[in-house]
Structure formats: structure tokens, C-alpha cells
């Protein structure tokens, strides 16, 4: 794929070097089983049904147009012979319109049951379209939730996943696009078995009608898709800018910072550059569509000034050009609209390849065959041993040779400045990543011999950039152990130690009232009360090892003091480990490690540090004057 640059104007060019080969289109359709499977394990039934009503309306146009020759016919007979009387009843007391008015009837009755077909087809699939949408956006959040946080941290990564969630939504149309084209396919066989009875030789003028379409939309197919698949990250940026346009959470800075105009019209120049992409390739389909439906036309009217020679010389009856001239017309445009609706799928299988791709994504921390249980209780504590770590990819360490041990029942403490390692050495422990060297281990067991979902159930997190969901207050507190989120009694003992019961006694409908203001009558927190509510998550969890990343940056001191008095408390007994850059938090702590460059500089608890005049001492010393 071509390199992106910054710059969003940059046009790419009309196929890259990374323009599918014949071979990888023809591979891709391979998707196009999947997605019939998929289709089938939405539902089965309503699957059957959209097959089967096709299979009946594939062979109405050749019934119809033949009903039509035999009218026709009929009527040429009864103009030839000697009229019975001058009145109606005349001619049907003579037995003579019950032939052509069974006709009549007939054909009536293959045109209605035609439009019943056609709107029951359109009722079933717009049904399966529906639910197949709800499917595969089920699958995709499931393995979206199997990955591991590396992908959701890889901005390559973030580029698959939209493109897969616009597959999700987007391709719903395949579906009847494919079952309508096997639809198809059958109606030409049977009125190709009519039209090679007649004259064989026409068909040979068929090629000639497609197969420039053929080219012109299998090229325009692959450039659109290239040109979306290029845009990817800008897209992501134009959805990125809606947001932050018109969204409640960045509303009080966009207006302080007058960045209204700024982001409009950032958003009208990136998405004026897709237009005209997007503008040049539809010109350009139309223009070339415009000329190869005149070859189509031509072909078309070739064979019918054939067909009207030949019945003029009476090789033909009236009967017969009906039929043929219908047959040939609807031929003609059947095959024009089953090859490009062939290189339409085929298009779409490219599509399909950034959904299907997105499912063929392994996870790499993965649980062991044997997986080992987690230690309840702790019993001796957890140990880094050596721990390195650099991200996928990357040659930068972000920590190195790192080694401390945390014991049973001891709250830990990690400060530093910024980048120096305290969030990474969380996700090391609760094993979201594995170390690149060294090992972790719990009690002795290497964290990598037990599997995540283990390791997780029995560690409590809450990290600074907690969310905030849109939820009732209970099951924001109950998503901290959702297997409990029915159990009323956990869920306010939880509030009450984090002093989020306080905060929801004040909501109009109390634990049943809607947070956030993303949905009607929801009510919105202020940061100190929804870091409280946060903080229940942790202990509604009841966890073995507790991890607060600045868990109180958006308290007051009061506030801070109150729950570090009960977090002691719940903590007794249990391991923890608090990240914080207010020593005030920091000094509550059994021992403290002083990090810098992901390496240890300083351990020790708060007052042997400070009589080290190091380190520590110098933060704590420029945090204190600030209070002075």
C-alpha cells in the first residue's frame, strides 16, 4: 500500500504497484463462501427462502415471453380466417377467443405472481440483511475482544479495524447482489435454450455488447477500492474531527478555544480532497459506461434488424420476432448485468478481505495448554525478575533488567515522570503484554503459564483514563465483576468504600439513574465523583492484587485522605500497587520505587528516601513548596 504522508491533498496514483493481481482477486472470492456461510448461520430458514423465490422468478421471463409468442400468434390465426359475426359474442359462441383468452389469463397470472415473488423476496432478504448486519457486527466485537492491547495500540492496527467495521455495515447489499445473480444466471440458461433453437448464431453478438463493460467496470471496481482503502487513515481522521465538532466531552474547550472555524474547516479540506478522488473516478466510470452501453445497443440492434428480415421473409412468424427480439433484449441485458455484477462482487470480495482479514488476526499472549491457577490467597508475593520489555517492532527498551519483588500483603508504590516505565510495568503484571526477557511470576508461577482471563479475574485495575460508561450508575459499578452485576448488596458495599454512595444518593433515580450525557435524561458527573465511581469498580471486583493508576487525580485533599483511609483498610492483607505523582498519596505506601528510564534509581519507604536526599527527595521537596 502506498506510503501516507501528512499531507491530506496528496493524490495517489490511479493503480499502484499494490494493485491486486489476477491471482489475489481470484483468491479473495474465496470470501465470498464465507460470507454465504455466515449468511446461512444467521438463519437458516430465512436463507432457504430467499434461495428458493429466486429459483421461481428465474423462470418467469422466458414463461411470460412465451406466452406473449403464442398470443401473438393467435391473434395472426384469427385475423386470417373468416369472421363468424361483427360482435364479440359472435366470435365466442364460435369457440373461437377461449384459446386466446386462456392466454391472456395465463400471462396475467405469471406477471402478478411476478411482482408477489419479487416483493416477497424483497421483504426476506431486507429481514436477513438486517439480522446478517447484527451477526456480523456480533463476531467482530467478539474477536475484537480476544486481541491484545498491542493491536488496539498500533495505529496500522486501528486502520484494519475501521475498515472491517465499515465491512460490517456496508456489505449487506452483497448479499442479495449474489443470490440475485445466480438468479439470473438460471433465467439466461432458459432463454438461451430458446434463442439457440432459432438462431444459434446470435448469441456470438453477445460478447460483443459485455465484454467492454466487462473491462471498464472490473478497472473502476479496483480503483475505488484502492482509493478507499488509501484513505483509510483519513477517514479515520474525518470521523476523529466530527467528534471533537459536535461532541458533549470536548464542547466547553472547543468554544474557550474558538476552535469551531479551525476544525470546520480543517474537516471541509480533508473531506474536499476525498471528494474530488472520489469525484474523478465517478466521471470517469460514467464517461466510459456511456460508450461501451452504445456498443451494447448496437449488438442489440444488429441482431434485431436480423430477426425482422428473417420474419419478414416468413422464417419467422409474428409470433416468433415477439419472442426472439424479448429474448435477445432481455439476454443482452442479462448478461451485461451478470459479468459486471460478477466483477461488482469480485470488487466487493476486496471489500470483504479487510472484514475476513480482520478475523484471520491472531492474539500472541495466548494461555498455555496447561494453564496453572492463580494463587488465592497471595501467599509470598510477586517477582520481577530481569523484565525487559520494548513494543512490537520497536528497538527502543522501555524498561530494562528490572527486578523487585512485591511480598504478600504489601502496597507498593511506583513514581517517576512521565515515560519512565509505571503504566508498562502494569501491563506486564496483569499480563496484557509478556515480558521480551525475564519472566513475572506469582508465588513462583510464571505469569506466562496461566491464561489472561485467569490472571484478570483476580486482579482489580482501575487506570487514570478509566471510562466512563454510559450506563446506570449500578452497572458502572458492576462492570468492575460482571458475573456479580445483579448483586445490589456488593455493588453498594463497593460504593460505599470508594464514597461513590454519597455521590449516587444525589442522583434523582439513585442506583437505576442513567450516567453521562450521551442518552436522554442521563446526568453527568464531575471528575472527582466519577473517579469515585471508578474506584467502586475496583472493589466490587474484590481482587488478590489491587493496581490504581492515579487513581486520585481528580479528588480533592479531603476527598483523597478519605478514600486512601479506606482503600488501607480493604487492602489489608492483599497486594497493591499505586501509581501517583502526589506524594501525599505516594507516602501511604509500605515501599516506594523510584523510576527512571524503566530502571529502578531509588526503593525504600517514604522516609528512608527522603534521607537519602535523592531523588525522591527532590520531587517530594518541589511538591512541597508548592503548598508553602
Same mark, same amino acid.
Given at each position: 500500500m502506498a506510503i501516507m504522508t501528512d499531507l491530506p491533498g496528496r493524490r495517489p496514483p490511479p493503480l499502484s504497484d499494490d494493485t491486486p493481481s489476477l491471482r489475489e482477486r481470484l483468491k479473495n472470492l474465496a470470501h465470498l463462501g464465507r460470507l454465504v456461510a455466515q449468511i446461512w448461520r444467521t438463519s437458516r430458514p430465512l436463507t432457504a427462502a430467499s434461495i428458493g423465490l429466486r429459483l421461481i422468478a428465474a423462470l418467469q421471463p422466458v414463461a411470460v415471453l412465451y406466452a406473449a409468442k403464442l398470443i401473438v400468434d393467435e391473434v395472426v390465426r384469427l385475423t386470417a380466417i373468416t369472421p363468424p359475426g361483427p360482435g364479440i359474442l359472435d366470435w365466442w359462441n364460435a369457440g373461437l377467443l377461449e384459446p386466446i383468452l386462456l392466454l391472456l389469463l395465463l400471462e396475467f397470472g405469471l406477471v402478478l405472481a411476478n411482482d408477489i415473488i419479487a416483493r416477497a423476496t424483497g421483504l426476506v432478504d431486507s429481514i436477513l440483511s438486517e439480522l446478517h448486519s447484527n451477526q456480523v457486527s456480533v463476531e467482530l466485537m467478539a474477536h475484537a475482544a480476544r486481541l491484545d492491547l498491542m493491536h488496539f495500540e498500533s495505529a496500522e492496527? =486501528?486502520?484494519r479495524l475501521e475498515r472491517a467495521r465499515r465491512q460490517a455495515a456496508g456489505r449487506n447489499a452483497l448479499l442479495s447482489q449474489m443470490f440475485g445473480q445466480a438468479q439470473d444466471i438460471l433465467t439466461v440458461l432458459t432463454l438461451a435454450a430458446g434463442l439457440f433453437v432459432y438462431a444459434p448464431w446470435l448469441i456470438l453478438l453477445l460478447p460483443l455488447s459485455f465484454i467492454p463493460s466487462i473491462w471498464g467496470e472490473t478497472r473502476f471496481n479496483t480503483l475505488a477500492y484502492m482509493l478507499s482503502r488509501w484513505r483509510t487513515p /483519513?477517514?479515520? /481522521?474525518l470521523e476523529y474531527l466530527r467528534h471533537i465538532g459536535a461532541s458533549a466531552e470536548t464542547a466547553k474547550e472547543v468554544k474557550l478555544f474558538g476552535l469551531g472555524d479551525y476544525l470546520i474547516s480543517r474537516f471541509r479540506r480533508l473531506a474536499h480532497d476525498?471528494?474530488? /478522488?472520489?469525484?474523478? #473516478?465517478a466521471i470517469l466510470r460514467a464517461s466510459w459506461g456511456a460508450l461501451f452501453s452504445a456498443i451494447a445497443s448496437l449488438a442489440y440492434y444488429s441482431a434485431y434488424a436480423y430477426i425482422v428480415w428473417r420474419t419478414v421473409t416468413g422464417a419467422f412468424t409474428l409470433g416468433d420476432l415477439a419472442f426472439?427480439?424479448?429474448?435477445?433484449?432481455?439476454?443482452?441485458?442479462?448478461?451485461?448485468?451478470?459479468l459486471l455484477g460478477f466483477t461488482q462482487i469480485a470488487g466487493q470480495s476486496m471489500y470483504l478481505d479487510d472484514l475476513f482479514s480482520f478475523f484471520e488476526i491472531e492474539p500472541t499472549v495466548l494461555p498455555p495448554t496447561n494453564p496453572k491457577p492463580f494463587p488465592t490467597p497471595i501467599r509470598q508475593g510477586i517477582v520481577f525478575e530481569g523484565v525487559g520489555f520494548r513494543y512490537p517492532e520497536t528497538e527502543n527498551w522501555v524498561v530494562r533488567n528490572l527486578s523487585f519483588t512485591l511480598p504478600a500483603g504489601e502496597t507498593l508504590a511506583l513514581v517517576g515522570e512521565n515515560g519512565a516505565g509505571k503504566t508498562t510495568i502494569v501491563?506486564?503484571?496483569?499480563?496484557?503484554?509478556?515480558?521480551? /526477557?525475564?519472566?513475572?511470576? #506469582?508465588?513462583?508461577?510464571?505469569?506466562?503459564?496461566m491464561a489472561p482471563a485467569e490472571i484478570h479475574a483476580y486482579i482489580g485495575v482501575i487506570f487514570q483514563d478509566f471510562i466512563r460508561y454510559s450506563?446506570?450508575?449500578?452497572?458502572?459499578i458492576g462492570v468492575g465483576r460482571i458475573a456479580a452485576r445483579e448483586d445490589q448488596a456488593r455493588i453498594e458495599g463497593a460504593a460505599e468504600q470508594s464514597l461513590a454512595d454519597g455521590v449516587i444518593a444525589k442522583l434523582p433515580k439513585g442506583?437505576? =439513574? =442513567?450516567?453521562?450525557?450521551l442518552f436522554k435524561q442521563g446526568r453527568d458527573l464531575s471528575g472527582g465523583e466519577w473517579q469515585k465511581v471508578a474506584i467502586a469498580r475496583a472493589y466490587m471486583r474484590d481482587a488478590e492484587l489491587i493496581i490504581l493508576d492515579e487513581p486520585t487525580a481528580a479528588l480533592d485533599a479531603k476527598a483523597e485522605a478519605e478514600v486512601f483511609a479506606r482503600f488501607k483498610g480493604l487492602a489489608q492483607g492483599k497486594s497493591a500497587v499505586i501509581i501517583s505523582h502526589r506524594f501525599s498519596t505516594v507516602r501511604m505506601a509500605d515501599r516506594i520505587l523510584v523510576l527512571d528510564n524503566g530502571a529502578i534509581l531509588e526503593a525504600g519507604t517514604h522516609e528512608q528516601l527522603l534521607a537519602q536526599h535523592g531523588r525522591y527527595a527532590e520531587l517530594f521537596d518541589l511538591q512541597a513548596a508548592g503548598y508553602r
Amino acid at each position: 500500500m502506498a506510503i501516507m504522508t501528512d499531507l491530506p491533498g496528496r493524490r495517489p496514483p490511479p493503480l499502484s504497484d499494490d494493485t491486486p493481481s489476477l491471482r489475489e482477486r481470484l483468491k479473495n472470492l474465496a470470501h465470498l463462501g464465507r460470507l454465504v456461510a455466515q449468511i446461512w448461520r444467521t438463519s437458516r430458514p430465512l436463507t432457504a427462502a430467499s434461495i428458493g423465490l429466486r429459483l421461481i422468478a428465474a423462470l418467469q421471463p422466458v414463461a411470460v415471453l412465451y406466452a406473449a409468442k403464442l398470443i401473438v400468434d393467435e391473434v395472426v390465426r384469427l385475423t386470417a380466417i373468416t369472421p363468424p359475426g361483427p360482435g364479440i359474442l359472435d366470435w365466442w359462441n364460435a369457440g373461437l377467443l377461449e384459446p386466446i383468452l386462456l392466454l391472456l389469463l395465463l400471462e396475467f397470472g405469471l406477471v402478478l405472481a411476478n411482482d408477489i415473488i419479487a416483493r416477497a423476496t424483497g421483504l426476506v432478504d431486507s429481514i436477513l440483511s438486517e439480522l446478517h448486519s447484527n451477526q456480523v457486527s456480533v463476531e467482530l466485537m467478539a474477536h475484537a475482544a480476544r486481541l491484545d492491547l498491542m493491536h488496539f495500540e498500533s495505529a496500522e492496527y =486501528q486502520d484494519r479495524l475501521e475498515r472491517a467495521r465499515r465491512q460490517a455495515a456496508g456489505r449487506n447489499a452483497l448479499l442479495s447482489q449474489m443470490f440475485g445473480q445466480a438468479q439470473d444466471i438460471l433465467t439466461v440458461l432458459t432463454l438461451a435454450a430458446g434463442l439457440f433453437v432459432y438462431a444459434p448464431w446470435l448469441i456470438l453478438l453477445l460478447p460483443l455488447s459485455f465484454i467492454p463493460s466487462i473491462w471498464g467496470e472490473t478497472r473502476f471496481n479496483t480503483l475505488a477500492y484502492m482509493l478507499s482503502r488509501w484513505r483509510t487513515p /483519513e477517514r479515520r /481522521e474525518l470521523e476523529y474531527l466530527r467528534h471533537i465538532g459536535a461532541s458533549a466531552e470536548t464542547a466547553k474547550e472547543v468554544k474557550l478555544f474558538g476552535l469551531g472555524d479551525y476544525l470546520i474547516s480543517r474537516f471541509r479540506r480533508l473531506a474536499h480532497d476525498i471528494f474530488l /478522488e472520489n469525484r474523478r #473516478v465517478a466521471i470517469l466510470r460514467a464517461s466510459w459506461g456511456a460508450l461501451f452501453s452504445a456498443i451494447a445497443s448496437l449488438a442489440y440492434y444488429s441482431a434485431y434488424a436480423y430477426i425482422v428480415w428473417r420474419t419478414v421473409t416468413g422464417a419467422f412468424t409474428l409470433g416468433d420476432l415477439a419472442f426472439l427480439s424479448g429474448s435477445f433484449l432481455r439476454l443482452n441485458g442479462l448478461f451485461q448485468k451478470i459479468l459486471l455484477g460478477f466483477t461488482q462482487i469480485a470488487g466487493q470480495s476486496m471489500y470483504l478481505d479487510d472484514l475476513f482479514s480482520f478475523f484471520e488476526i491472531e492474539p500472541t499472549v495466548l494461555p498455555p495448554t496447561n494453564p496453572k491457577p492463580f494463587p488465592t490467597p497471595i501467599r509470598q508475593g510477586i517477582v520481577f525478575e530481569g523484565v525487559g520489555f520494548r513494543y512490537p517492532e520497536t528497538e527502543n527498551w522501555v524498561v530494562r533488567n528490572l527486578s523487585f519483588t512485591l511480598p504478600a500483603g504489601e502496597t507498593l508504590a511506583l513514581v517517576g515522570e512521565n515515560g519512565a516505565g509505571k503504566t508498562t510495568i502494569v501491563k506486564l503484571l496483569t499480563r496484557l503484554y509478556d515480558p521480551s /526477557e525475564g519472566r513475572i511470576t #506469582v508465588d513462583g508461577i510464571d505469569l506466562r503459564d496461566m491464561a489472561p482471563a485467569e490472571i484478570h479475574a483476580y486482579i482489580g485495575v482501575i487506570f487514570q483514563d478509566f471510562i466512563r460508561y454510559s450506563f446506570s450508575a449500578r452497572d458502572n459499578i458492576g462492570v468492575g465483576r460482571i458475573a456479580a452485576r445483579e448483586d445490589q448488596a456488593r455493588i453498594e458495599g463497593a460504593a460505599e468504600q470508594s464514597l461513590a454512595d454519597g455521590v449516587i444518593a444525589k442522583l434523582p433515580k439513585g442506583y437505576d =439513574q =442513567q450516567l453521562g450525557r450521551l442518552f436522554k435524561q442521563g446526568r453527568d458527573l464531575s471528575g472527582g465523583e466519577w473517579q469515585k465511581v471508578a474506584i467502586a469498580r475496583a472493589y466490587m471486583r474484590d481482587a488478590e492484587l489491587i493496581i490504581l493508576d492515579e487513581p486520585t487525580a481528580a479528588l480533592d485533599a479531603k476527598a483523597e485522605a478519605e478514600v486512601f483511609a479506606r482503600f488501607k483498610g480493604l487492602a489489608q492483607g492483599k497486594s497493591a500497587v499505586i501509581i501517583s505523582h502526589r506524594f501525599s498519596t505516594v507516602r501511604m505506601a509500605d515501599r516506594i520505587l523510584v523510576l527512571d528510564n524503566g530502571a529502578i534509581l531509588e526503593a525504600g519507604t517514604h522516609e528512608q528516601l527522603l534521607a537519602q536526599h535523592g531523588r525522591y527527595a527532590e520531587l517530594f521537596d518541589l511538591q512541597a513548596a508548592g503548598y508553602r
